[in-house]
């Protein structure tokens, strides 16, 4: 049993890979701005950027961190400075503070294909494509990446970062993500009502369950040695993974853009997504 703590446990990420470790007898610390009653051995409302709510957090030891908090792509678009804070300075002194609360603690950072750019590479990607992210979120998932990776080699943190797809399907609700609308689509298509998409076409969807996310959190905390040198895996990958232990989850699949019992139209690909061959990129 490891004492996890998980930020952003309150998210839709979040809240799923609560209950799964709660169910692998894991004692779990719930982190987030606000919290709606759910199993947990500890509980902490407060904004990650307040050294005090971490302190909290950590004031018990840390044998883990899972850090699902973010402020995502649209969100960090219409406010860099706020999105700089959460993003970068809280995930920054987060990690500085588990290193010191813990010996070696495992951090698992859940990142994004947005580090990727766009357009993606035909043949596909895997952990070894170069990094050129043009969202404000997608720098922000890269440095931290970086800086796990520096505190892994320091021996401070046992840090891996997981790529993410898009993570579906998501509330109807705002959320700040330039990608909702790929949850969207699957509310229309259970729903049986007509919807337009905000992308051609031709747009392809990277796209992840959220069950199949929150295991692959669980799993990547039993991973076995040893771990790529800058500590990031592409969840799932598109071609081979380098090797067996990186193989997190087998549920990526493209998602069409017609399909019987919903009437769904393609819209020019907007500024943000890439070109309409590209994969559109998602928050955890």
């Known amino acids: 049993m490891m004492r996890v703590i998980v930020t952003g446990a309150g998210g839709f990420v979040g809240r799923h890979l609560s209950n799964e470790l709660i169910a692998a007898g894991h004692h779990l610390v719930r982190l987030d701005r606000t919290l709606k009653p759910e199993p947990a051995n500890e509980t902490i409302e407060g904004d990650l950027s307040d050294p005090a709510v971490v302190a909290r957090a950590l004031a018990g030891g840390c044998d883990a961190v899972v850090h699902l908090a973010t402020i995502p792509g649209g969100a960090a678009e219409l406010d860099p400075s706020a999105a700089w804070r959460t993003n970068v300075d809280a995930s920054m002194r987060l990690t500085e503070a588990a290193a010191r609360a813990g010996t070696c603690p495992k951090f698992l950072f859940a990142s994004s294909i947005a580090v990727l750019g766009a357009p993606l590479p ?149 500024a943000g997504f890439g070109s309409a061959r590209s994969h559109s990129h998602r928050d955890p």
């Open 122 to 270: 035909p043949e596909g990607v895997d952990d070894d494509t170069p990094l050129a992210p043009c969202l404000l979120y997608g720098a922000h998932k890269a440095m931290i990446e970086s800086w796990i990776a520096t505190l892994s080699r320091r021996g401070e943190i046992e840090g891996l970062s997981l790529r993410l797809p898009g993570i579906v399907a998501r509330p109807m609700a705002p959320s700040g993500m330039k990608s909702a609308f790929m949850s969207d689509v699957f509310h229309t298509l259970r729903e049986d009502t007509p919807f337009t998409s905000p992308v051609s076409a031709d747009a392809t969807m990277w796209l992840m369950s959220v069950d199949a996310a929150a295991k692959a959190f669980v799993h990547a905390l039993d991973l076995p040695g040893p771990l790529p040198q800058d500590r990031a895996v592409t969840s799932p990958p598109s071609s081979k993974p380098r090797s067996p232990t990186m193989a997190l989850s087998p549920s990526c699949k493209a998602l069409p853009t017609e399909r019987a019992g919903a009437a769904i139209s393609g819209a020019p690909c907007p």
